[in-house]
T-cell receptor, first 113, second 113 residues
Framework: GESVGLHLPTLSVQEGDNSIINCAYS??????FIWYKQESGKGPQFIID?????DKRQGQRVTVLLNKTVKHLSLQIAATQPGDSAVYFC????????????FGTGTRLQVTL | EAQVTQNPRYLITVTGKKLTVTCSQN?????MSWYRQDPGLGLRQIYY???????DKGDVPEGYKVSRKEKRNFPLILESPSPNQTSLYFC????????????FGPGTRLTVT
């Protein structure tokens, strides 16, 4: 498969446990945030998004938390499964700049059995 | 099936030989964008298009051209490829510019020798 990063931070989690992936963003003016999942050999896949007027948003097995005070974003995955193994990227956007997404460098999630 | 397609998926070429990577989406999206992904650098935007005949530079536009003659297509053109353009390229689209998720294609692995 394609290598998306040779020296990514790696989070190892046992199957069934909860995972928390963190991301620090850089632009205090950013008002839209997305988490993407990228499996080997594939393009980034949307997981969940959140706008800056929210602190928390939940999806199916995933929750995104936004702390604008410290410019921090986190993705929580409940009951982690082997199929969750991938590289996870956060992306920020200031919607006044034509949807330019600025991506973090990613975190590799490894799910152990 | 709603999707973004790219062709070719893999390409090996030589320095200076013009090439085009095609991108097409079937979701009637207004916004389209090209990114390159390099280890340690994450995804960086090359060019984007807000709508037909409207294109603009992203963060790393040097050595690339784009066109948007039809809503569904957004080809990436390398007039004179160089080895530093060896990378993994992704096309993405979204409903429109703003707080909307971007859908990514499967990627094109380009090697320039």
């Amino acid at each position: 498969g394609e290598s998306v990063g040779l020296h990514l931070p790696t989070l190892s989690v046992q199957e069934g446990d909860n995972s928390i992936i963190n991301c620090a963003y850089s632009n205090s003016a950013s008002d839209y945030f997305i988490w993407y999942k990228q499996e080997s050999g594939k393009g980034p896949q949307f997981i969940i998004d959140i706008r800056s007027n929210m602190d928390k948003r939940q999806g199916q097995r995933v929750t995104v938390l936004l702390n604008k005070t410290v410019k921090h974003l986190s993705l929580q995955i409940a009951a982690t499964q082997p199929g969750d193994s991938a590289v996870y990227f956060c992306a920020e956007s200031y919607t006044g700049t034509a949807s330019k997404l600025t991506f973090g460098t990613g975190t590799r999630l490894q799910v152990t059995l | 099936e709603a999707q973004v397609t790219q062709n070719p998926r893999y390409l090996i070429t030589v320095t200076g030989k013009k090439l085009t990577v095609t991108c097409s989406q079937n979701m009637n999206h207004e916004y389209m964008s090209w990114y390159r992904q390099d280890p340690g650098l994450g995804l960086r935007q090359i060019y984007y298009s807000m709508n037909v005949e409207v294109t603009d530079k992203g963060d790393v536009p040097e050595g690339y051209k784009v066109s948007r003659k039809e809503k569904r297509n957004f080809p990436l053109i390398l007039e004179s490829p160089s080895p530093n353009q060896t990378s993994l390229y992704f096309c993405a689209s979204s409903f429109r510019a703003g707080a909307y998720e971007q859908y990514f294609g499967p990627g094109t692995r380009l090697t320039v020798t």
